[in-house]
């Protein structure tokens, strides 16, 4: 069965065609929950063209929280990229229009089995769902992909399967700061939107010796324009279920692309350099996550470079961004020389200032980990060819 939550009762022999025989229709968002209560079991619903955008939008958002399978579709008269990204955000599978029935019946079927694989890997428990962690400065040249890279090597090294997305489809470097020679890339993954599973998300991973595994950025910036935010919405829902961990480098510009990551994210690592632009940006950064209803208590602010001699103070960082610093990373050549061996400094020297500031925003910030534990929990030394010592 269907649910179809539109206000207009000849919505449903419209929609006959795609919907099938036994759709139920549904004329408010109240009536909608009480539905799904009712059939607990239901992994599809239409939001029709003549509900309020804003208001399906407050209902989904709060629908997918107690109904992690299920799929919601949006069919609206006019399209446009403003709609398209609310929607997406708010936590749409889908928009579609509403003169074209065979895409709607189309996107049904796909969310159906997306809906059929995430109940099967999640059916032990829902409690074994992963985080997703994204990493962001409006500011390029801070560090993001150090960060990222870092903290996804030591989480896969002290046991956690990890992941990290390179999401600066453009320019990304993820693949260079590991090494890695990927023969797949987020690219690959277009083909299998609306059916990628567990299967499907292996065939475009590239292994790091440390064990961290990674979608890289396509080869050619051009590529960039063939991925759309959907592709990187289900990419992350299918990946939250397969791995404990996963990590988000991201491009210095809040893309759809970025938005979509920003909303599907359990943790938003932010990072600012000891300069007037990178704090401005940290600061838009902030007003515009306030606006768009980010919790708080989520973010993580790390002020990279945080010993340069530059004439700003950390108190006047603090005074600017009005949020408390999580970890201050001090500056070190050290960290471009690991890069350039393609060994995370964090594996390559853990007791270096670097590795342990870094070992603290994972351990406090994103694992939860009491301190002793952490300390026993240091990565040993990676050697050249992949051991440990």
């Known amino acids: 069965m269907t649910i179809l939550w539109d206000r ?21 968002g109240a009536a909608l929950s009480r539905a799904l209560s009712a059939s607990p079991d239901e992994d599809a619903v239409i939001v029709g063209p003549d509900v309020d955008l804003d ?23 006019r399209l446009d990229v403003n709609i398209l990204a609310q929607a997406l955000r708010a936590g749409f599978r889908e ?43 409006a500011k390029g ?10 903290l996804g090597a030591y989480l896969a090294s002290v046991g956690h399967r990890t992941l990290v997305v390179d999401l600066d489809l453009e320019f990304g470097d993820v ?9 797949r890339s987020m690219t690959d993954v277009v083909n299998m939107t609306g059916h990628l599973d567990e299967q499907g998300l292996a065939s475009v991973v590239t292994i790091h010796s440390s064990g961290l595994e990674a979608v890289c950025a396509p080869a050619e910036p051009g590529e960039a324009e063939r991925i759309p935010p ?27 692309h970025v938005l979509t990551a920003f909303d599907l994210s359990d943790s938003l690592v932010l990072i600012a350099t000891l300069d007037i632009p990178a704090l401005k940006n940290l600061r838009l950064t902030l007003d515009t ?22 004439g700003l103070r950390v108190e006047d960082v603090v005074t600017s961004i009005k949020q408390e610093i999580a970890v201050m990373v001090p500056s070190s050549p050290d960290v471009p020389a690991s890069i350039n061996r393609g060994v995370p400094i964090i594996l390559d020297d853990p007791r270096h200032p670097v590795s342990v500031a870094l070992r603290h925003l994972a351990d406090q910030h994103i694992r939860g980990v009491d301190p002793a534990a952490s300390q026993s929990a240091a990565p ?10």
Request: proline residues 5%; contains cysteine.
């Open 8 to 28: 207009d009762p000849a919505s449903a022999e419209r929609f006959s065609f795609a919907l099938g025989p036994n759709a139920t229709r549904v004329d408010s």
């Open 175 to 183: 693949g260079i700061a590991l090494q890695m020679l990927p023969e």
């Open 55 to 77: 208001s399906a939008c407050g209902v989904v958002a709060g629908l997918r929280v107690e109904h992690t399978a299920l799929g919601v579709i949006l069919v609206r008269r």
């Open 380 to 389: 040993r030394r990676l050697l050249p060819w992949g051991g440990r010592k």
């Open 289 to 310: 996550l306030d606006l768009l209803g980010s919790p708080r208590e989520a973010r993580h602010i790390v002020l990279n470079r945080s010993d340069a001699k530059v």
């Open 230 to 256: 959907a592709t990187v919405a289900e990419l992350l829902r299918v990946a939250r279920y397969v791995y404990d961990f996963v990590v988000i480098d991201t491009p210095p510009a809040l893309t759809e």
């Open 141 to 150: 040249g801070v560090g993001k992909t150090t960060f990222s890279t870092n």
């Open 95 to 137: 928009v579609v229009s509403a003169d074209d029935l065979p895409a709607v019946a189309d996107a049904l079927r796909r969310s159906r089995e997306l809906s059929f694989r995430l109940r099967g890997v999640s059916a032990d428990s829902a409690s074994r769902a992963g985080k997703i962690v994204t990493v962001f400065s």
